[in-house]
């Protein structure tokens, strides 16, 4: 029997090869080279150009060079709160069980990282990365692709391309059963402090805080809706705002536990008593958020379980396999401490 091969778009029936790849740019297979190593001393246009015939030939590296085989690269847009530290723990679990190494990059705030980062983590070539909070460009997923080293995302700040596997929590379910316990208990006026309105989370939690409103028949009043960062003092600054009014909330509904923490400072300075004056609920349920007084009620993001789940998948992609889903969204559970109760009757 003989079996008829679809030539290649370079018009043969041969693999692409570097050689092949740059007859057709018009450039040395050193330069081929250099990009499909990361080497920074190529132009951009020129880099483009190569790149594209890569993509266009479906040219893929046999080898790995041996030197980042066991590392992962775990990249925060911000670290520096418990909320990262679970965070890490997560992947270190999967991680040293594998006997793997994790770099820690963070990107001073930014979302999307910088070329520089780029050139770096393709020159180590790591078994893969991991993103937290933060996301790539296209252009910038194309390249890591073009290496063969996979990318995960963590709690994603936006929506992802359906390619890119990612892993979070329900965070619109955790915004609506924070709010209705609030309803339930007989709050009417809850105020809700987001995190930054262009994060995907953020919008989702505030998206259940509506929903749970629209359940009870309440109207959200425009006035109590705010945001900020998900930082202590965000929740701090909005706290005394919304809570200084004449027609102050009974309840806030916080982001996140350090924005819910510095509500609760700013409660103690206005000399309110919670739960007794107001109610307050955090998200994300960190270690602290028991021990503080009085505790918080939070909702627990599975923020470990997110870690680990995401370094599996990474490893799974790492050694070649498919994944059955690209998108992973883990419970989020309601926990009621002390910082919740009936509002006082008038």
């Known amino acids: 029997m003989t079996v008829h091969r679809p030539p290649t778009a370079l018009g043969s029936a041969t693999i692409a090869t570097i050689a092949t790849i740059a007859r057709e740019v018009g450039v040395s297979s050193a330069t081929v080279s250099k990009v499909l190593n990361g080497r920074s001393d190529v132009a951009a246009g020129t880099r483009a150009r190569v790149e594209a015939s890569l993509e266009r030939h479906h040219y893929r590296r046999r080898a790995r060079r041996a030197a980042g085989e066991g590392q992962i690269d775990l990249v925060f847009h911000e670290f520096g709160s418990d909320w990262a530290l679970e965070i890490i723990r997560g992947v270190e679990t999967v991680a040293t069980a594998q006997r793997l190494t994790v770099v820690l990059t963070q990107l001073s705030g930014a979302h999307r990282p910088a070329p520089s980062w780029l050139d770096t983590v393709i020159a180590r070539r790591p078994l893969g990365v991991l993103l937290v909070m933060c996301n790539l460009t296209g252009q910038q997923r194309q390249r890591l692709r073009r290496q063969a080293i996979p990318v995960v995302v963590v709690d994603t700040d936006s929506a992802s391309a359906a390619s890119v596997p ?103 300075q206005l000399g309110l008593d919670v739960p007794a004056d107001l109610s307050v609920v955090g998200y994300d349920n960190l270690p602290v958020s028991a021990w503080i007084g009085p505790a918080l009620t939070t909702v627990n993001q599975p923020l470990r379980d997110m870690a680990g789940t995401a370094t599996q998948m990474l490893l799974d992609l790492a050694r070649g396999e498919a994944l059955p889903t690209s998108r992973i969204d883990l419970v989020a559970e309601l926990v009621v401490r002390e910082s919740t109760a009936p509002p006082r009757r008038s």
Request: net charge positive; proline share 5%; charged share 20%.
């Open 166 to 268: 990612t892993v979070g929590s329900n965070n619109w379910n955790g915004g609506l059963l924070a709010t209705r316990h609030l309803l339930e208990l007989g709050h009417r006026r809850i105020a809700i402090i987001s995190g930054p309105q262009g994060v995907l989370c953020a919008r989702a939690r505030a998206a259940g805080f509506r929903c749970a409103h629209e359940e009870f028949g309440v109207p959200v009043d425009p006035c109590l809706v705010r945001s900020g960062t998900f930082h202590l003092d965000a929740g701090y600054r909005q706290g005394i705002e919304l809570l200084s009014g004449p027609d102050r909330p009974t309840a806030i509904f916080a982001g996140s536990d350090l924005q819910a923490m510095g509500v609760l400072r700013a409660a103690r």
